[in-house]
């Protein structure tokens, strides 16, 4: 069996760790706090990555990742790993986006509570003997009743909504996602913009993901949309705040105080802007998620979702290609082998540079879920005219687009002579070349070659030969591989209804040699002669 070497590069729950090592063919290194550079020279000899959100995953380290197949980040933010960079590499991420939930939204709760009551300044103030004058800086506000803005209304803003409306705040949601039949669900004001539900709001919470849209969401503008003496509480991302725009509005008056998790750089510098204004603003350094609950849980869950995928193939919450648990792999795992075959065959009989790729699934096979068949399909078929490792399952997308083939899907419940078949057809102009395969009791066969009915195996080495159908070919063929002593394993012979095309797959148990491919190319009759090495 493999060895996969994963390596450990942020601190995880020592479960997760254990979890790891013991799956079989996983050896793990736990090395936290490592400077980039020293990554940097390690991270060859790895196969996994385990990381929070300390290790900056860059295009650097990925290009220096030359046998890195996944990266698996315990928590919900991948915003410090280069998506398309992986994606390039064809290397998958994975997060945890359940394990620490609630734990991030009691946190940003905790941070609201502690802005509306000035917990922070009003501990320090007691520490430094200032108990009577703090009794008097320190008047708070009360939540109930006040109007919260939540901006993305997913896992953990659907549970800051519960927490609001127990403590009677009006909850305004705003996310792009969000129907109005779940917000009336969730007893929730759908806002249909942003800045819909910051008008008039008291307090504003966050909970979307930082990405290029999201950046700067809360801007000098959108802070005046507030009511004065409203309250910003961030446990999402730094950067989705302009921090000198929150410090203006803070000094100004009409932001009363703030609740921050995050910083747009972390750790901040020491002069950050909004250290001067720690009268008004609590803050924590990145600890939504630091709960004892939400690192086992992020812990065991990131260390069996690479477990899985390294020993069964299985892959789960990957941000960077479908997704495929357990169950559905099983329905699907048979096809993938098959998928190869129809890819290998597809790249020797197809013409150069097609225009589509068409992948259909006829039958019960139709109703299941076939991404992953058709990536497979198009990984064989394009790692036939790329470098070893060029191209693989996760950047194949990418790749079929810088050439401009469409991968096409289609499920087509029409009856066939099988239960189910998979087709695989290449476009180029008003040429067509169609391959299809089917499952025969628990084996794979190759069932179709251009419209003509084979049963082939999806593995081994085989002789293709296309003629005019009339006698002797097949004797001209076996006569000809004789001579040069290659032995025929299996033969499957076709030929179109009308009978003017024959093809011949034989199964051979050597290669054939140059010579006897020229010569039977050269022989009256023969229309074309492929070696194919599934
Ligand atoms: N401080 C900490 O330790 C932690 C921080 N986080 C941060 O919290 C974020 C949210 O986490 P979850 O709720 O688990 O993720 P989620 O994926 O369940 O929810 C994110 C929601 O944001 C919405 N969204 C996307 N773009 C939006 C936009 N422009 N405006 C409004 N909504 C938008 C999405 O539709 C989705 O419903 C994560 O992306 C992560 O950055 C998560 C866990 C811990
Ligand atoms: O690993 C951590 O503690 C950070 C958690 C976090 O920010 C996330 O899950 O997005």
Do not use: W
């Not at 849980?297 to 941000?319: K, M, P």
């Not at 139709?366 to 070893?388: F, M, N």
């Amino acid at each position: 069996m493999a060895t996969y070497r994963v390596l450990v590069s942020d601190p995880i729950s020592e479960k997760g760790v254990e979890a790891l090592a013991a799956a079989p063919g996983i050896s793990v290194d736990v090395n936290t706090g490592l400077k980039p550079e020293e990554l940097l020279k390690i991270i060859g000899d790895y196969h996994g990555l385990v990381v929070r959100s300390e290790t900056k995953v860059t295009a650097e380290l990925l290009a220096a990742a030359t046998n890195l197949k996944a990266v698996g980040r315990a928590g919900v933010g991948v915003d410090n790993i280069d998506r398309k960079a992986a994606t390039d590499h064809g290397v998958i991420v994975m997060n945890t986006p359940t394990g620490n939930t609630i734990s991030t939204a009691e946190h940003a709760f905790t941070l609201m509570l502690s802005a509306a009551r000035n917990i922070g300044p009003a501990h320090s103030a007691v520490l430094k003997g200032d108990f009577k004058a703090a009794r008097k800086a320190y008047q708070g506000i009360e939540l109930n009743t006040k109007r919260l803005a939540i901006l993305g209304m997913g896992r953990i803003g659907t549970e800051f909504a519960k927490r609001a409306q127990a403590f009677n705040m009006t909850v305004v949601a705003y996310d792009p996602f969000l129907t109005q039949t779940r917000a009336d669900e969730l007893k929730v004001e759908l806002a249909a913009t942003p800045d819909e539900a910051l008008k008039g709001a008291d307090v504003v919470t966050l909970h979307v993901p930082l990405t290029p849209d999201t950046n700067r969401l809360i801007n000098a503008e959108r802070l005046a949309l507030m009511n004065k003496g409203a309250l910003v509480i961030n446990c999402a991302r730094g950067g989705l705040i302009d921090e000198e725009a929150l410090k203006a509005a803070i000094e100004s008056g009409h932001i009363a105080g703030a609740g921050l998790d995050v910083f747009e750089v972390e750790p901040p510098p020491n002069d950050h802007p909004l250290f001067t204004l720690n009268k008004h603003v609590v803050f924590t350094p990145h600890l939504g998620a630091s709960t004892n609950e939400a690192q086992e849980n992020v812990g065991i869950q990131v260390a069996e979702q690479l477990r899985d995928f390294f020993v069964t193939g299985e892959i789960r919450n990957a941000i960077n290609m479908p997704s495929l648990d357990a169950k559905a792999l099983a329905e699907v795992g048979p096809y993938l082998g098959l998928a190869r075959a129809l890819g290998k065959l597809l790249a020797k009989l197809g013409p150069a540079g097609p225009d589509s790729l068409r992948v259909s699934y006829h039958g019960a096979l139709a109703k299941k879920d076939t991404g992953l068949v058709s990536r497979t399909v198009l990984t064989a078929l394009l790692e036939a005219s790329h470098q070893e490792g060029q191209v693989n399952i996760v950047n194949v997308p990418a790749v079929a687009a810088q050439l401009g083939l469409d991968l096409v899907e289609s499920t087509i419940n029409a009856k066939t002579e099988f239960n189910e078949l998979l087709v695989a057809e290449l476009r180029k102009g008003e040429a067509r070349y169609r391959v299809a395969g089917t499952i025969i009791g628990r084996s794979p066969r190759i069932v179709e070659i251009d419209h003509l009915y084979v049963d082939c195996n999806i593995s081994g080495r085989f002789l293709l030969v296309e003629n005019d159908d009339r006698p002797g070919i097949v004797g001209v063929i076996g006569t000809a591989l004789g001579a040069a002593s290659v032995n025929i394993a299996n033969m499957d012979l076709s030929r179109t209804a009308d009978r003017s095309r024959a093809l011949t797959l034989m199964e051979v148990d050597s290669e054939p040699p140059a010579a006897l491919i020229d010569q039977l190319r050269s022989t009256p009759g023969i229309l074309r002669v492929l070696t194919l090495d599934l």
